[in-house]
Each structure stands twice: as C-alpha cells, then as structure tokens.
C-alpha cells in the first residue's frame, strides 16, 4: 500500500509533457462551471427575498403605502370578525352561567327548608318521647295506683332481662308483651 502511494506522489510531483489541448483547458472549465453555479445559487436566493416580499419589487412609493393600507384593512376586518365572534361566545358563557347558578341558588334554597322542617319535626318528636317532668315536681307525689305498680314492676323486670343480654324479642316472649311495648320501653330508659 505504501508503493502506491509513493508512487502516485511521485506522479504527481513530476510535470508532465501531454501537451494536449483538453488537459491544459481544464482548470479554465472547472473555474468557468463554479462561476456559473455561484451565479446559479445568488439568483435563486434573490427570487426568495422578492416573493418574501410579496411580489411587486417594483412597485413606487405610494403604491407600496396602499398595499400595506390594504392589507392592514384586511386584518383588521378579519381581527374585527374574531372579535364579534368571541363577544357572542363570552355572551353566551355567561348567560349558561348565571343559568346555572340560578338553578343551584334554588337547590341550595329547597335544601334550607328540608333541613328546616327536619330539626322542626326533629324537636317535635323530641318533645313527644320525653315525659314531662315538670308537672310532678309541682305536686306533691300522690299514691300510686295498682296499675302504675304492676307497670313499674313490668318495666324493672325488662330492664334487669336486657341487662342480662336477652334480645327484645325474647324478653316479649318470656313477659308475655309486644315486642314493640319492649322497644318503647327500652328507648325510653335510654332517653
């Protein structure tokens, strides 16, 4: 490898004598031919810039202004459309808005007043499990009758079976009572 490339060194490093016509042209072509190319590449980069420009490089002063004048029109009609266009749309928001919070004012409303009659009806249930114990703190305590004692009695033998851990129903069952007299009974003691 090394004798071919000391050998094209030395053919290269040594004139020759061809003398022919074609040989002693050439360095003249290859210049010609870059000349040509540079010309090629500088034209095209000019028509770019001239279509960049809108096409009318020749075009005098006051022309070049109305152009322009017309073209600022244009934008402005298109920026004028754009603008009454995004207008309606806002427009159109706000009424879906206020539409809506309307409608959820008067939810919010409907659900004040169902909260409202809840706690009413809420107290007024209070007030009718709960005995009234200001009418015997008035008077003095009166002889019981037979009936308030076997009543006392039932109620004693109820809560001493619920504490014991017999179910309601059992305890209905072994009594001989309702069940739901039960219940009532034990909601009471827990009231």
């Given at each position: 490898?090394?004798?071919?490339l000391?050998?094209?060194?030395?053919s290269?490093?040594?004139?020759?004598?061809?003398?022919?016509?074609?040989?002693e042209?050439?360095?003249m072509?290859l210049?010609?031919?870059?000349?040509?190319?540079?010309?090629?590449?500088l034209m095209?980069n000019?028509k770019?810039?001239?279509?960049?420009r809108?096409?009318?490089?020749?075009?005098?002063?006051?022309?070049?202004i109305?152009?322009?004048?017309k073209?600022?029109n244009?934008?402005?009609?298109?920026l004028?459309?754009?603008?009454?266009e995004?207008a309606?749309?806002v427009?159109?928001?706000?009424?879906?808005?206020d539409?809506?919070?309307?409608?959820?004012?008067?939810?919010i409303?409907?659900a004040?007043?169902?909260?409202?009659?809840l706690?009413?009806?809420?107290?007024?249930?209070?007030?009718?499990?709960?005995?009234r114990?200001?009418?015997?703190?008035?008077?003095?305590e009166?002889?019981?009758?037979?009936?308030?004692l076997?009543?006392?009695?039932?109620r004693?033998?109820?809560?001493?079976?619920?504490?014991q851990?017999?179910?309601?129903?059992?305890?209905a069952?072994r009594?001989?009572?309702?069940a739901?007299?039960?219940?009532?009974?034990l909601?009471?003691?827990r009231?």
């Amino acid at each position: 490898m090394r004798a071919m490339l000391q050998e094209t060194e030395q053919s290269l490093g040594e004139p020759q004598d061809s003398g022919s016509p074609v040989v002693e042209a050439l360095p003249m072509f290859l210049m010609l031919a870059g000349v040509v190319m540079l010309i090629v590449v500088l034209m095209g980069n000019i028509k770019k810039k001239s279509k960049r420009r809108g096409n009318t490089p020749d075009l005098e002063p006051r022309e070049r202004i109305e152009a322009i004048r017309k073209q600022a029109n244009e934008s402005r009609t298109v920026l004028d459309s754009r603008t009454a266009e995004t207008a309606a749309l806002v427009r159109e928001m706000t009424a879906l808005l206020d539409n809506r919070s309307e409608k959820l004012e008067i939810l919010i409303q409907q659900a004040d007043e169902r909260i409202t009659r809840l706690e009413r009806l809420s107290q007024e249930a209070e007030q009718r499990l709960t005995p009234r114990h200001s009418e015997t703190n008035t008077t003095p305590e009166t002889p019981r009758s037979e009936s308030t004692l076997a009543s006392d009695a039932l109620r004693q033998q109820i809560y001493d079976l619920a504490d014991q851990g017999h179910a309601t129903n059992e305890i209905a069952q072994r009594l001989g009572q309702h069940a739901g007299k039960v219940e009532l009974i034990l909601a009471l003691r827990r009231a």
